[in-house]
């Protein structure tokens, strides 16, 4: 379930919950150029009411989670909103492992090579460790697109047909214009996955971006994670990442996947 979605399901007043969850709708509301929000720019994005966010906005700087700017009129998040993501982190056992493996992988191959967690419409990159090929940038807990991205691909492939068919359908709302194109391509990648083990997004999701992607799957089947390993297209060919890099990415997901 989404924050958005939780949300909804708090919305009533008598629910304790609700100013939570429209607490975090709020933080969730800042992002990549987004770094300063008034409450008027709060509101049109998480769709609350304006004095509903003047009440969060208020609670959330008392809480030391936001900083208001006189002058502005403005938001920004305090560096403490870092200390949830880091609490996740620093308890997630597997990540000084696999950070071990992702960077062997991005130095031999140049690419960039992550670790992502599921949370539909989008993967979290929990690790991400950049190859000299791969100038293009994201960070630890950054959103990427799970429809349209390889590790997103990749994740929904490996679902049992009923969760994945329950996943497809929430993500097609997410994607109204384009939605037979975005349907066609997972839909080989759950072939290329189940035959090959891992797919491939070529010049798709982004410009002159290409990546291949594996699922990362605990023995009992109840964490899946994937792994991606990107590339820009004039650095190399499909051909190679695909013939060269991928057996070391599949090598890595199945080295981690005893230490889930």
């Known amino acids: 379930m989404t924050t958005s979605e939780a949300t909804k399901k708090g919305s009533d007043p008598a629910n304790p919950s609700g100013a939570l969850l429209r607490g975090l709708d709020v933080l969730q509301a800042f992002g990549p150029e987004k770094d300063a929000l008034g409450n008027a720019e709060i509101a049109a994005a998480t769709g609350l009411p304006k004095p509903t966010v003047s009440r969060l906005t208020r609670a959330l700087v008392d809480a030391g989670y936001l900083n208001y700017d006189a002058e502005r009129g403005k938001y920004r998040l305090r560096p403490r909103v870092l200390t949830l993501g880091f609490s996740l982190l620093n308890n997630m056992k597997i990540l000084p492992i696999a950070h071990e493996h992702l960077q062997r992988l991005a130095l031999a191959s140049g690419c960039t090579v992550s670790l992502a967690w599921p949370d539909a419409p989008n993967m979290i990159y929990l690790d991400r460790c950049a190859g000299d090929q791969m100038p293009y940038f994201f960070s630890v807990g950054s959103a990427v697109d799970m429809a349209r991205t390889a590790t997103g691909q990749a994740y929904i492939a490996a679902l049992d047909p009923a969760s994945r068919r329950s996943l497809i359908s929430g993500l097609k709302s997410h994607s109204p214009t ?4 975005v349907a ?17 997004v070529d010049n798709a999701w982004r410009r002159n971006i290409r990546g291949i992607a594996a699922p990362l799957i605990s023995a009992d089947g109840r964490t899946i994670m994937t792994v991606n390993c990107v590339t820009t297209t004039f650095a190399m060919s499909s051909e190679e990442l695909v013939e060269k890099w991928a057996p070391g990415l599949l090598k890595v997901t199945q080295g981690l996947a005893t230490h889930l």
């Not at 384009?178 to 194109?181: L, M, P, S, V, Y």
């Not at 066609?184 to 797919?199: N, P």
């Open 178 to 181: 384009d939605w037979t194109d």
């Open 184 to 200: 066609k391509a997972i839909d080989q990648a759950v072939h290329s996955v189940a035959e090959r083990g891992f797919c491939l």
